[in-house]
C-alpha cells in the first residue's frame, strides 16, 4: 500500500491554536473554523465570538433562552459566572446576536465570513468564496473539482473552509470507521456507514491523502469527538457530494488568501470553469 499525505501551508501553526479550543457553541462553526485559521496565520487575538459578531449570527430562539437561563441563575447567585460559562458552554456568547424564531436560519451565512474576515484582519486577508453550484448550474464537476483541489495544494498559501451538507458523508465515529481499514479499503468507501447527522456545516480541509488510484481529503472538524480528536478523513468525492448538498441550499468553498493575491487567485480560479461568487445556505445576513 502506497499513498502520499500532503498538508495545506502553516499546517502546524493552525493545528497549534485549534488544539486550544473547545469544540464551538451552537451556530459558531463558521465563525469557529475562521478563528483559528486566523490565529495561526499570526491574528493571535481574535475570538470565535467577536467573529460571530461581525458575521452577524444568527441564534434560533430557543437556544438564545438557555443563555438568558444561565444569566438569571448567575444573577440570583445560584451559579457564579465561570461556572455558568461552563455549564452552559455551547449557549453562553459574548455578543447581542440576531434571534431567530426559525432553525433554518440559524448559523452565519458566506456574506457573513467575508465581512468579517476583512475586519478583523483590518483589510490583510480576504475569503474568497466559491459556489458549488447556483440554482441548477453546477461548477464543482468531478472533473472541475479535482483541478481546484490539484490548484490549492499547487499555488500555497492558501487556507480552505468548507460549507457543506453532513449527511452525504462517512460516519467519522462509525463503527469500522478507523485508520487502519480505511487505508486498506479506501477505494471501497460504500463499505464503511454514511453519517447519519443531517446538518449543514462549516469545517477546515487540512490536507490530503493521495493514493494511486483516488485521494482522501483530510477535514479538521469543529467538533473534537468527530473521528480523529477532530479530524476525519474523508474520499473526495463524498466532499464533492456534500460541497453540492442536494437539500435546495447551496454550498461552496473559501479560499482563504492575503488580499493582495485577490485577483490573481480569483482569474485562475475562474479559468478552471468556477465562479467566484457567494452561495445561499439558508442564513441571512441582515444588516
Known amino acids: 500500500m502506497q499513498f502520499k499525505i500532503k498538508l495545506l501551508d502553516n499546517f502546524f501553526d493552525i493545528h497549534k ?4 479550543l473547545d469544540s464551538q457553541k451552537e451556530n459558531t462553526c463558521g465563525a469557529y ?3 483559528y485559521i486566523l490565529r495561526g496565520l499570526g491574528f493571535k487575538d481574535v475570538s470565535v465570538d467577536y467573529i460571530a459578531y461581525l458575521a452577524k449570527m444568527n ?3 430557543n437556544e438564545y433562552r438557555k443563555f438568558i437561563e444561565a444569566k438569571k441563575l448567575v444573577k440570583e447567585g445560584k ?3 465561570e461556572e455558568a460559562k461552563r455549564l452552559y458552554y455551547e449557549y453562553w456568547y459574548e455578543y447581542d446576536y ?3 424564531r426559525y432553525y433554518a436560519e440559524s448559523g452565519i451565512s458566506p456574506k457573513g465570513l467575508v465581512v468579517a474576515c476583512e475586519k478583523v484582519t483590518d483589510g490583510k486577508y480576504c475569503c474568497l468564496p466559491i459556489p458549488s453550484r447556483k440554482g441548477d448550474k453546477i461548477f464543482f464537476t468531478k472533473e472541475n473539482f479535482a483541478r481546484l483541489i490539484d490548484y490549492i495544494f499547487s499555488k500555497g498559501e492558501i487556507q480552505v473552509v468548507l460549507n457543506y451538507h453532513t449527511s452525504k458523508l462517512l460516519d467519522p465515529n462509525g463503527k469500522f470507521y478507523y485508520l487502519s481499514r480505511i487505508l486498506e479499503f479506501h477505494n471501497h468507501p460504500e463499505m464503511f456507514e454514511k453519517w447519519k447527522w443531517i446538518v449543514g456545516h462549516f469545517v477546515s480541509l487540512a490536507g490530503i491523502l493521495e493514493f494511486e488510484d483516488d485521494r482522501w481529503l483530510i477535514i479538521r472538524d469543529t467538533y473534537k469527538k468527530f473521528g480523529f ?3 476525519h478523513l474523508q474520499p473526495a468525492e463524498y466532499v464533492r457530494g456534500a460541497l453540492l448538498r442536494g437539500d435546495g441550499r447551496e454550498g461552496g468553498m ?3 488568501i492575503k488580499s493582495e493575491r485577490r485577483d490573481e487567485i480569483k482569474e485562475e480560479v475562474e479559468n478552471i470553469g468556477l465562479k467566484v461568487d457567494l452561495w445561499d445556505n ?5 444588516e
Open 17 to 20: 491554536e485549534y488544539r486550544k
Open 33 to 35: 473554523n475562521l478563528a
Open 59 to 61: 441564534v434560533h430562539e
Open 79 to 81: 451559579l457564579s459566572e
Open 98 to 100: 440576531r434571534i431567530t
Open 229 to 231: 480528536n477532530g479530524y
Open 254 to 256: 473559501f479560499l482563504i
Open 282 to 286: 439558508g442564513s441571512p445576513y441582515v
